[in-house]
């Protein structure tokens, strides 16, 4: 028997090999295809992303228009209302002294009076030269009655009498010399009263009981008292040039002190300079503020706040809206086709964090705040959602 009857062989079929091969081929093709068309829609959104992010993002603002005005504050000096600075007269000793810096007086009250020994002795001279020069007249006016009455008479020459008449009109007159000279002296005498010329208060005392005094102001004599009117105070502002014809008669200011941080007074304007300081382009501008408490003090330094008038055709923007280039300042507005124009503008007043424009922009536009670099004319941005502006909006 040979060894292959023995043995019968059984070939095994190749068929699911082959299905189980395609099979694989087929997830494997499946995953291929399924990776392939995923990348494709990531492509897909990262371009659409990118070109998104491409296109800025800006936040829109209105101008707007302040009904109230920008305020100007500004440092001014207080000056008492009237102020008389006291000179004597007369010159002498400093026999006393009444009244005290602080002390209110009225018109006519006696400040001080002046021992004038000199002033004293011309006086009496004078008046002696006066009953002398009038016991010469009554002489002379006997005399030329005299001869007068023997005019018509041969016993004397015409020529004669009236040199007796021409002698006595002559003695009358040194009567009226000597007369006005005594009134002189004794109107001067009363200048040795020193008396305040109207009422309010002792700002100044410079002198004491013994000094001498000099007749006389400036170089001559010396200030004795200073008297000031302190019921109303005057206010000195330099205002600058370009705010100078919002500031007129009667525009009213709001007045601080340092003394009194936490009160408010109010001035008001009742002259001005009309003139520019070449030296510092401002105009001189004064107030009058009330003073019946006395709280103020002249000599003082004063905040003035003035609330200046609305401009119709100011609109006031943010200043971080503002761009400087070669252009000049301009503005980053978003036009009705979506597409960024830029605008020259002409700022009025710079208030700090916003600006008053005067020119170059409407109240209707759309004005874009912080405008990010290289945005041009023309370019598309995309407006951030109202809370996103809002959120910007506070910080």
Do not use: C
């Not at 062989?9 to 081929?25: D, E, H, Q």
């Not at 016991?135 to 030329?144: L, R």
């Not at 002190?257 to 408010?264: F, K, L, T």
């Not at 300042?329 to 002409?346: E, I, P, S, W």
């Amino acid at each position: 028997m040979s060894s292959e009857s023995a043995f019968p062989t059984n070939t095994p079929s190749r068929r699911p090999l082959r299905v189980a091969g395609v099979i694989g081929l087929l997830v494997a093709l499946g995953i291929v295809v399924g990776g392939v068309a995923l990348r494709a829609v990531d492509a897909r959104k990262l371009k659409t992303w990118t070109e998104a992010q491409a296109i800025p993002t800006v936040n829109l603002i209105q101008p707007m228009r302040d009904p109230n005005g920008p305020s100007l504050q500004l440092p001014g000096r207080l000056e008492a209302f009237t102020r008389a600075p006291i000179f004597a007269q007369v010159s002498g000793y400093l026999k006393s002294w009444n009244v005290d810096i602080g002390a209110p007086v009225k018109a006519g009250q006696v400040l001080a009076e002046i021992e004038t020994p000199e002033l004293d002795q011309q006086l009496l001279q004078a008046r002696a030269d006066l009953q002398s020069a009038q016991a010469n007249a009554v002489v002379a006016g006997t005399t030329a009655k005299r001869w007068e009455a023997l005019s018509g008479t041969d016993s004397v020459a015409q020529q004669d009498v009236d040199q007796r008449i021409a002698d006595y009109t002559a003695k009358e007159a040194i009567v009226a010399a000597a007369k006005a000279n005594v009134d002189r002296l004794v109107a001067t005498k009363a200048f040795a009263r020193i008396v305040a010329p109207f009422d309010g208060m002792v700002t100044a005392r410079d002198t004491d009981v013994g000094a001498l005094v000099n007749a006389g102001s400036g170089g001559v004599g010396q200030e004795l008292f200073a008297v000031s009117e302190v019921k109303q105070l005057r206010v000195y502002v330099q205002v600058p040039q370009n705010y100078a014809p919002a500031i007129h008669d009667g525009t009213t200011a709001t007045l601080t002190v340092p003394e009194y941080a936490d009160q408010q007074f109010t001035a008001r304007v009742i002259a001005a300079a009309d003139s520019v300081n070449s030296s510092s382009g401002t105009t001189l501008v004064q107030l009058l503020v009330d003073n019946a408490n006395g709280k103020l003090l002249p000599g003082g330094f004063a905040s003035l706040k003035f609330t200046l008038p609305a401009s119709a055709d100011s609109l006031r923007v943010p200043a971080s809206a503002l761009v400087f280039d070669s252009r000049g300042v301009v503005v980053a507005t978003l036009g009705a086709n979506g597409h960024v124009l830029f605008k020259q503008v002409k700022i009025d007043r710079d208030l700090g964090d916003s600006v008053e424009i005067g020119s170059g922009l409407a109240a209707s536009d759309r004005v874009i705040d912080t405008p990010p670099d290289g945005l041009a004319d023309g370019d598309g941005v995309q407006v951030a959602p109202a809370t996103d502006r809002k959120a910007a909006a506070h910080g």
